[in-house]
């Protein structure tokens, strides 16, 4: 797999009737039958300029434009990423997340990404801002992508690195919701047990919470699901979370770990979720790992 543009990805330059196997020159422009009808995305604010290097690289070339702190990036973590790129021959941008206002997670080591990226992002921290300039056997080299990454194309990026998840040990996910279930059946309310203190940033409404959990049945303790073994989650700590976790999660501070023990009322309601193993009128029982936020 490699760095986006992913399918349906919007660019910065729309081009939709160009064929897929004629690159635009360098310095060339758009035709207008490219663009003819297209509306551009809304440019987003955040997104940064640009300079391209001089010399075309022969390396990669890591430059951090904004210090980061916390954490540095390994093999095996997800960094959290914004990221604008360009062509570096010319500065012709072919994609952003900024526009989309969807960071993106990269699962370090795990060949998701270009190896301009592999390497580039091994070190990342919270909050730097880093510029790669990528030599194109570093990127897709001789076959390209697209109308604006061609043939053996060097490549430019700005980096905002909003968040370093750490990877899990799978031998760290909980087996059993860490409470006592005798309390769990027929609970009134939304009840919540540090089992780790967390010693970070407090999370806050509507910032993005960085998690892992594993969801237990409340009566069994059975595992309905978990993510203990996947890319961490991104969510949004506001209102479209069941009320169970927004009430839950309160207060919670990075790298803690709670059970949270919710009603049928505060989930999915007395029908509970039968497909998933959740029977009528049974609490459940999270265990979530704020790993980080942003």
Same mark, same amino acid.
Do not use: H
């Given at each position: 797999?490699?760095?986006?543009?992913?399918?349906?990805?919007? !660019?910065? $330059?729309? @081009?939709?009737?160009?064929?897929?196997?004629?690159?635009?020159? /360098?310095?060339?422009?758009?035709?207008?039958?490219?663009?003819?009808?297209? &509306?551009?995305?809304?440019?987003?604010?955040?997104?940064? %300029?640009? %300079?391209?290097?001089?010399?075309?690289?022969?390396?990669?070339?890591?430059? *951090?434009?904004?210090?980061?702190?916390?954490?540095?990036? &390994?093999?095996?973590?997800? $960094?959290? =990423?914004?990221?604008?790129?360009?062509?570096?021959?010319?500065?012709?941008?072919?994609?952003?997340?900024?526009?989309?206002?969807?960071?993106?997670?990269?699962?370090?080591?795990?060949?998701? $990404?270009?190896?301009?990226? %592999?390497?580039?992002?091994?070190?990342?921290?919270?909050?730097?801002?880093?510029?790669?300039?990528?030599?194109?056997?570093?990127?897709?080299?001789?076959?390209?992508?697209?109308?604006?990454?061609?043939?053996?194309?060097?490549?430019?990026?700005?980096?905002? =690195?909003?968040?370093?998840?750490?990877?899990?040990?799978?031998?760290?996910?909980?087996?059993?919701?860490?409470?006592?279930?005798?309390?769990?059946?027929? $609970?009134?309310? !939304? =009840? #919540?047990?540090?089992? /780790?203190?967390?010693?970070? +940033?407090?999370?806050?409404? &509507?910032?993005?919470?960085?998690?892992? #959990?594993?969801?237990?049945?409340?009566?069994?303790?059975?595992?309905?699901?978990?993510?203990?073994?996947?890319?961490?989650?991104?969510?949004?700590?506001? &209102?479209?979370?069941?009320?169970?976790?927004?009430?839950?999660? %309160?207060?919670?501070? =990075?790298?803690?770990?709670?059970?949270?023990? @919710?009603?049928?009322?505060?989930?999915?309601?007395?029908?509970?979720?039968?497909?998933?193993?959740?029977?009528?009128?049974?609490?459940?029982? #999270? *265990? /979530? +790992?704020?790993?980080?936020?942003?």
């Amino acid at each position: 797999m490699s760095l986006p543009p992913a399918e349906g990805a919007a !660019t910065d $330059v729309p @081009v939709t009737t160009i064929p897929a196997d004629l690159c635009i020159p /360098v310095g060339g422009e758009l035709p207008e039958s490219a663009v003819e009808g297209v &509306e551009p995305p809304e440019t987003s604010p955040d997104k940064p %300029e640009i %300079e391209i290097p001089a010399d075309a690289p022969t390396e990669l070339v890591r430059t *951090v434009l904004t210090e980061g702190s916390g954490d540095a990036a &390994e093999a095996g973590d997800t $960094v959290i =990423v914004d990221y604008a790129g360009v062509r570096s021959s010319d500065g012709l941008p072919f994609d952003n997340s900024y526009d989309r206002e969807t960071p993106f997670p990269v699962l370090i080591g795990q060949g998701q $990404v270009i190896q301009g990226w %592999e390497d580039g992002l091994i070190g990342a921290q919270t909050g730097e801002r880093v510029q790669l300039d990528i030599p194109s056997d570093l990127a897709y080299g001789e076959n390209g992508r697209g109308n604006i990454i061609c043939e053996n194309e060097n490549l430019t990026f700005v980096i905002d =690195v909003r968040a370093v998840a750490k990877g899990a040990d799978p031998a760290d996910a909980p087996t059993e919701p860490g409470v006592d279930l005798s309390e769990s059946p027929g $609970v009134d309310d !939304t =009840v #919540f047990e540090d089992l /780790v203190e967390g010693d970070g +940033e407090v999370l806050a409404l &509507e910032e993005t919470a960085i998690i892992r #959990f594993v969801n237990f049945r409340g009566d069994t303790g059975d595992v309905l699901e978990t993510s203990w073994d996947a890319d961490p989650l991104q969510v949004v700590y506001g &209102e479209n979370l069941l009320p169970g976790l927004l009430e839950g999660m %309160e207060g919670m501070a =990075v790298g803690g770990r709670r059970a949270i023990t @919710v009603p049928p009322e505060d989930g999915f309601g007395e029908a509970g979720s039968p497909d998933a193993g959740l029977p009528a009128d049974t609490d459940m029982i #999270f *265990v /979530v +790992e704020l790993v980080a936020k942003y």
